[in-house]
């Protein structure tokens, strides 16, 4: 248990903290389901636009630290080569 007065502050600042987070990622989470979902339907628009309204959030949620910026860019580049292959069918 913390008996520094600082280290009680940091347990509750970080249990605020991953409240916060916890409902970023999700919501970011929900944006890469639905272009998920866009893409297997089969519609080449919704998919582009599901996309569009997906990218902002996501590479936001590089800026606040919650994921890698690799690993969004992997996802957004993946997704955007499966948008390409719709068009194209």
């Keep these: 248990m913390a008996n520094h007065a600082?280290?009680?502050?940091r347990i509750r600042r970080n249990a605020s903290r991953a409240l916060i987070n916890g409902v970023r990622?999700?919501?970011?989470?929900?944006?890469?389901?639905?272009?998920?979902?866009a893409i297997v339907s089969g519609d080449a628009q919704t998919a582009q636009t599901a996309l569009q309204v997906a990218q902002?959030?996501?590479q936001r949620g590089v800026?606040?630290?919650l994921f890698h910026q690799k690993t969004i860019s992997r996802k957004?580049?993946?997704?955007?080569?499966r948008i390409k292959s719709l068009k194209t069918k």
């Design 6 to 9: 600082s280290a009680k502050k």
């Design 25 to 37: 990622k999700t919501r970011i989470r929900t944006f890469i389901k639905n272009v998920e979902l």
């Design 56 to 58: 902002p959030e996501m």
């Design 63 to 65: 800026a606040k630290g």
């Design 76 to 81: 957004i580049s993946r997704f955007s080569q």
